[in-house]
């Protein structure tokens, strides 16, 4: 029995000993030094996240990848790519912003825009945990609003200004709100059942406000997503109160083979406005 128990005792402390730990406050994933076993994480490893970190390519095939609570993991570059077998958030998972300033009418002969996204949120795993209190957040973090009364919001979906403080919301799914006094709309982009962009922000209003669009995440999961905790995609409202409609929402792209989740909230919502501007 006592055998057993030392056995029992010993292959615990292997498997903590084996976890690899990001725990030195800040810091790129490709940080060796960062590390408790002085590697960057290698294929068929637990890791567990207990710092702030910033993702600038895709992991190994991880066995396991757990955000403590506290935490944030920001997605910096399309090629930021999460992949392991569980994936648990307890903490912040979000993305960079995406900073190309086109805006829809930046388009070939086709009317296919020109123009491109640089961060998301890609996870690809077998389960997918979002715990109470864990987030994926990319509030705000799609196109950016324009940033003077001129000047339309950038995306494939960015509002149009009318040049004299009055401006329309970004676009996304759906067209953006109507600007104040003149039918002028953020143009609709993607694809409801499967969307691969990010929102679009508002035109500049008057007072220069503005409302940038919402983020974009996608998860590929062969298993079950339990989300408990929440996915917050929205587009910002305006910030200044006047002729500017909000920011479009963001997109949420999940496959799975089973969903579930408890008080959990999915929110992809597009922004809204403070006087007059969209709708």
């Not at 920001?74 to 994936?87: E, G, H, N």
């Not at 969307?195 to 220069?208: A, E, L, M, R």
């Not at 479009?248 to 501007?277: K, Y």
């Amino acid at each position: 029995l006592l055998l057993v128990v030392l056995s029992v005792l010993m292959a615990g402390s292997r498997a903590w000993a084996d976890t690899n730990v990001f725990s030195t406050p800040g810091g790129d994933w490709t940080n060796a030094a960062r590390w408790s076993l002085g590697h960057v994480p290698v294929d068929g490893e637990d890791v567990v996240v207990d710092d702030d970190v910033l993702l600038t390519n895709d992991t190994a095939s991880l066995l396991s990848c757990v955000v403590n609570p506290g935490r944030t993991v920001t997605f910096d570059t399309l090629a930021s790519v999460m992949t392991s077998v569980t994936v648990v958030v307890s903490g912040v998972v979000t993305h960079a912003l995406n900073t190309d300033t086109n805006t829809c009418t930046y388009t070939n002969a086709s009317g296919v825009w020109l123009g491109s996204m640089n961060a998301q949120v890609k996870v690809v795993c077998s389960n997918l945990t979002v715990a109470s209190g864990g987030q994926i957040n990319g509030y705000g973090k799609g196109f950016q609003g324009g940033s003077a009364s001129t000047v339309p919001g950038a995306g494939p979906g960015g509002g149009q200004t009318l040049g004299n403080n009055a401006s329309a919301g970004g676009g996304h799914i759906g067209k953006g709100g109507r600007a104040d006094r003149v039918r002028v709309y953020g143009p609709a982009y993607d694809a409801a059942a499967f969307p691969v962009w990010p929102g679009s922000g508002s035109g500049g209003g008057h007072n220069n406000g503005n409302a940038h669009g919402g983020g974009l995440v996608l998860i590929e999961a062969s298993g079950h997503c339990l989300i408990n905790g929440s996915i917050d995609m929205r587009g910002t409202d305006c910030t200044v109160g006047g002729h500017a409609g909000g920011g479009g929402g963001g997109g949420v792209n999940i496959t799975c083979r089973t969903f579930g989740g408890t008080n959990g909230a999915i929110r992809v919502d597009g922004g809204s406005c403070l006087i007059s501007g969209g709708w």
